[in-house]
């Protein structure tokens, strides 16, 4: 069968040999690193944000992600270590002033040229192409080369001031070792903040469950009435004493003056008539309850008025 017709068969076509292993184009790859969202697969915009593990994000990527975590998506597993926005940090790129974009290939007759990046370091200027290595700091957010960090030692960002440990330095699009060291870190860290948590809640409890403890001060600070009154039972009745006989004339003077004052009479005395009094009945007169005042029933009318002189 076959091989009729003087056609002569090669070697590699009848014997089937290994697979050659298909290595993937090393620029190629870089693109996809630094240009390109992890996630959606999508051009890197601002804001960019990157996660503990050293990936670059677009942060609408990432809020989608979270708020829409379906398992048909094929990428989620690049993002599953990311639980909320908090494990995630916006980084602050300083731009290339060289890079052009899409500005000067409008026609499509121009070369791109891949290796120029959007972003440098704001201490070098080393290009964030790939070519070399990059972090950031995850308290404050900004990007600069690892050579900018090991020829500038210090303690303190580069251009924000903040200060920062070597917990703080994620490398960016770190290699597999590299990742396997971050997200090593990544758990010690998350343990921690989860064991923080739970000394702080006993503490809480304990203080809402102790009524005494008010503004740092306790019960047995300040001495209670009750103690007060059984340390010193003597001094307390003398006291008493002399305060009771110090207000008795000033009280009866208090009493007499007011007594003696015109038109006001003095607390709890009796009222009386000024029929029952002793004054001249000129002064009498001048009343409305004296007899003079009245009117008999035939001089008073069989209607009501606002006047006080109808009984």
């Given at each position: 069968?076959g091989?009729?017709?003087g056609?002569?068969?090669?070697?590699?076509?009848?014997?089937?040999?290994?697979?050659k292993?298909?290595?993937?184009?090393?620029?190629?790859?870089?693109?996809?690193?630094?240009?390109?969202?992890?996630l959606?697969q999508?051009?890197?915009?601002?804001p960019?944000?990157?996660?503990?593990l050293?990936?670059?994000?677009?942060k609408?990527?990432?809020i989608?992600?979270?708020?829409?975590?379906?398992?048909?998506?094929?990428l989620?597993k690049?993002?599953?270590?990311?639980?909320?926005?908090?494990?995630?940090?916006?980084?602050?790129?300083?731009?290339?002033?060289?890079?052009?974009g899409?500005?000067g290939?409008?026609k499509?007759?121009k070369h791109?040229d891949?290796?120029?990046?959007?972003?440098?370091?704001?201490?070098?200027g080393?290009?964030?192409?790939?070519?070399?290595?990059?972090?950031?700091?995850r308290c404050?957010?900004c990007?600069?080369?690892?050579?900018?960090l090991?020829?500038?030692?210090?303690?303190v960002?580069?251009?924000?001031?903040?200060?920062?440990q070597?917990d703080?330095v994620i490398?960016?699009?770190?290699?597999?070792e590299d990742?396997e060291?971050?997200?090593n870190k990544?758990?010690?860290?998350?343990?921690?903040?989860?064991?923080?948590k739970?000394?702080?809640?006993?503490?809480a409890?304990?203080?809402?469950?102790?009524?005494?403890v008010?503004?740092?001060?306790?019960?047995?600070?300040?001495?209670?009435?009750?103690?007060?009154?059984?340390?010193r039972?003597e001094?307390s009745?003398?006291d008493?004493?002399?305060?009771k006989t110090?207000?008795?004339?000033?009280?009866?003077a208090?009493?007499?003056?007011?007594?003696?004052?015109?038109?006001?009479p003095?607390?709890?005395?009796v009222?009386?008539?000024i029929?029952?009094?002793?004054?001249s009945?000129?002064?009498?007169?001048?009343?409305?309850?004296?007899?003079?005042?009245?009117?008999?029933?035939?001089?008073?009318?069989?209607w009501?008025?606002h006047?006080?002189?109808?009984?």
């Amino acid at each position: 069968m076959g091989c009729d017709g003087g056609t002569i068969p090669k070697r590699h076509e009848l014997v089937k040999g290994p697979k050659k292993v298909e290595k993937v184009d090393k620029d190629a790859e870089l693109v996809a690193q630094w240009n390109y969202c992890t996630l959606s697969q999508e051009i890197l915009r601002r804001p960019i944000v990157a996660c503990e593990l050293g990936r670059l994000y677009n942060k609408d990527a990432v809020i989608e992600f979270l708020l829409d975590k379906s398992a048909e998506k094929a990428l989620g597993k690049a993002a599953s270590h990311i639980k909320s926005i908090k494990n995630v940090t916006e980084l602050k790129l300083s731009d290339n002033p060289a890079w052009e974009g899409d500005k000067g290939n409008t026609k499509g007759d121009k070369h791109d040229d891949l290796q120029r990046a959007r972003f440098i370091c704001p201490v070098v200027g080393l290009e964030m192409n790939g070519r070399h290595r990059f972090c950031f700091l995850r308290c404050c957010g900004c990007v600069f080369s690892e050579r900018a960090l090991k020829e500038i030692k210090a303690e303190v960002c580069h251009t924000c001031g903040t200060a920062f440990q070597e917990d703080d330095v994620i490398v960016l699009n770190g290699t597999k070792e590299d990742v396997e060291i971050l997200k090593n870190k990544m758990e010690d860290r998350r343990l921690r903040a989860k064991l923080e948590k739970k000394t702080k809640k006993p503490k809480a409890s304990e203080s809402a469950s102790k009524p005494g403890v008010t503004e740092g001060r306790t019960l047995k600070e300040s001495p209670g009435p009750s103690e007060v009154k059984a340390s010193r039972p003597e001094e307390s009745g003398t006291d008493s004493r002399e305060k009771k006989t110090a207000l008795a004339p000033r009280s009866a003077a208090t009493n007499g003056s007011s007594a003696g004052k015109a038109g006001k009479p003095v607390c709890g005395a009796v009222k009386r008539s000024i029929a029952d009094s002793e004054e001249s009945e000129t002064y009498k007169s001048l009343f409305t309850t004296h007899s003079s005042a009245k009117r008999s029933k035939e001089e008073s009318a069989h209607w009501v008025t606002h006047t006080s002189y109808c009984f």
